[in-house]
């Protein structure tokens, strides 16, 4: 099953089939020869406009080419293949030196609370495509999976710390079993209502639902 953030690679054809469902999109710069470069997409939450068994992906175009984003879908049935997440100690090679010392100290975070970082946002689309994503302006965005909410308070106590001293701000998103993802900011409110992203859109959730297990189809 599909979820946030996850990273595809498509298949040539069932690029050049994408953009024949979404006119205008091969006219804007990169967009066209994406593919064939090997570069991925990711998964994005459901829009109204998306057909109901559409694959819904997104891409961001670097600053110096408008940094627009862009959303689209993929037929049911297209050839891509899901790729492994991009992990934070792989990416660290790809983050500004001004950064080096908070990744460092977010690896150590990770391994305390035994949650193995990953990346999004700037930092992941130029390490995944080589183009300049990064600038002086741009946070360090971090998925963590959190299956209970003591792990989840103890990796935020640690993220306010190291956000309060480090040369970037850090941003990014707490995800639990079922694949919903609440930011982690918002989990430190003491508010027992929580804005939560799924698949589907955002909702509201209580504190005591998010951390329960799926109950799997029998």
């Not at 595809?8 to 990169?30: F, I, S």
Request: charged residues 20%; proline residues 8%; hydrophobic residues 45%.
């Amino acid at each position: 099953m599909l979820r946030r953030h996850d990273l595809l690679r498509v298949e040539p054809p069932a690029w050049d089939a994408m953009l024949r469902c979404h006119p205008g999109l091969a006219d804007l710069p990169l967009v066209a020869g994406w593919a064939r470069r090997d570069w991925p997409v990711i998964v994005r939450r459901r829009m109204i406009s998306d057909c109901a068994d559409g694959l819904p992906a997104a891409l961001p175009l670097p600053p110096d080419y408008g940094k627009r984003r862009i959303a689209f879908s993929f037929a049911s049935g297209a050839a891509v293949v899901t790729l492994p997440p991009i992990l934070l100690r792989d990416a660290a090679q790809t983050a500004p030196s001004a950064w080096q010392s908070v990744v460092a100290a977010l690896l150590d975070l990770g391994e305390a609370v035994g949650i193995t970082p990953r990346v999004f946002g700037a930092l992941l689309w130029q390490h995944a495509t080589g183009l300049s994503y990064l600038t002086a302006r741009s946070d360090l965005d971090l998925l963590w999976s959190i299956s209970d909410e003591r792990t989840a308070a103890s990796l935020v106590k640690g993220l306010f710390r190291l956000d309060a001293e480090g040369p970037v701000r850090l941003d990014g998103e707490l995800e639990v079993p079922d694949g919903a993802a609440v930011n982690w900011r918002e989990l430190a409110q003491n508010g027992n209502q929580l804005l939560v992203k799924t698949m589907n859109g955002v909702e509201v959730r209580t504190r005591a639902l998010l951390f329960r297990t799926p109950v799997s189809p029998s």
